[in-house]
């Protein structure tokens, strides 16, 4: 658990002023406090890469800030960085994170609005490694916003471009196929095309 401290506490004071997020100033112990989302790892091109959320300093009801980091080390070719990805009021986003050498696809369900009843709905970026710049984005929404949608996964297929996200909604994603209360959206060539996803409901 020590170490898992020490670990949260080097990333959040590597990403916070980066990203243009106030520092809190409660010492560490604080930001440790308003991490949220688990920490999600991934390698590409030799360099870890670390998706989070955390409360945006002063915020109540909560901002919860979703940053991608790159991690300083010998087997990367780059010096430290990162990127915020979105933000989600109130409602902490669940994360996913995938690599290979073609790019870092960071998946995360946000909540825009502080109302009780607005959705919830899902992003998915893809970060140039090097650049640390988002390449692409894409999501899903229910149709005119009756309804969310919920990230389970991201996946890379054994083509090394396809890439596949799935979870649960309650109302019918634009472009869908199918019915049911599960998706699974397939983005052909994600890390080197525009081409939209394929989403079958069941």
């Known amino acids: 658990m020590r170490s898992f401290r020490r670990a949260v506490y080097l990333c959040a004071a590597m990403v916070l002023p980066a990203c ?5 100033t409660g010492g560490l112990e604080e930001v440790l406090e308003v991490r949220e989302a688990e920490l999600v790892s991934v390698v590409s091109r030799g360099c870890i890469f670390e998706l989070t959320s955390v409360v945006r300093a002063g915020t109540v009801p909560p901002i919860h800030d979703i940053l991608l980091s790159r991690v300083a ?3 990367c070719a780059w010096p430290a960085a990162s990127i915020g990805l979105g933000s989600s009021i109130v409602v902490t986003p669940s994360l996913s994170l995938v690599a290979n050498d ?3 696809a960071a998946g995360f369900t946000v909540k825009n609005s502080y109302s009780g009843s607005s959705p919830t709905t899902v992003g998915i970026r893809h970060v140039d490694p090097e650049l640390m710049t988002v390449a692409r984005s894409a999501g899903f929404a229910v149709y005119l916003g009756t309804g969310s949608v919920y990230l389970d ?7 090394g471009t396809t890439l596949t996200a799935g979870g649960t909604k309650s109302g019918r994603i634009g472009n869908e196929t199918g019915s049911g209360s599960n998706y699974i959206a397939t983005f052909p060539d994600f890390f ?3 081409t939209p996803p394929t989403i ?3």
């Not at 243009?20 to 809190?24: A, I």
């Not at 996964?153 to 083509?159: F, K, P, Q, S, W």
């Open 73 to 75: 080390s010998s087997t």
């Open 192 to 194: 080197t095309s525009t």
């Open 20 to 24: 243009g997020v106030e520092e809190p």
């Open 102 to 104: 073609l790019g870092v």
């Open 200 to 202: 079958v409901a069941y």
């Open 153 to 159: 996964y991201l996946a890379i297929a054994a083509d």
